[in-house]
């Protein structure tokens, strides 16, 4: 018998996810990362944050939040982007060196905060967000 929606939506996906989880900590454990974060609207319009890693020229995804009930401020970006760099380091068992986020607004605030908060990391633009694709000639 084919699970349900709402078999599926519990333990079983709840299961893959552990799984998937399990075989990132065995590729990652002590190896150098780097993170990063963008947020956008969805069809809905709900506001959502994802994020991940970089190890080795591979994306490694961490999570996607929907933020649409919090205030959209510098500091509640920096409480999710540490929770994931604690999330990476604790669980992951990587060591984040560098952070990227776009270089708008409340990220670019974010990004001086982030610095304060722990110094050793390296903070960068994004280049996606400061380069005009659409005008590059193909």
Known sequence: MVPGRKQLSGHIIDEEADKVVEGMKQV???TFATGQSDGWKN????????SLINVEYMPYPLNTHD??????????LLE???SKIIYAVD??????????????????KMCHLLVKKIPHIVVVDCWAHQVHLHNLPV
């Open 67 to 76: 933020m649409s009930t919090l205030p959209k401020t510098a500091v509640q």
């Open 28 to 30: 990652l454990k002590g």
């Open 91 to 108: 669980v992951l068992k990587v060591q984040v060196v560098a952070w990227c986020m776009d270089a708008g607004g409340d990220a670019a």
């Open 43 to 50: 069809i809905m319009k709900t506001s959502l944050v994802a």
């Open 80 to 82: 999710f982007v540490v």
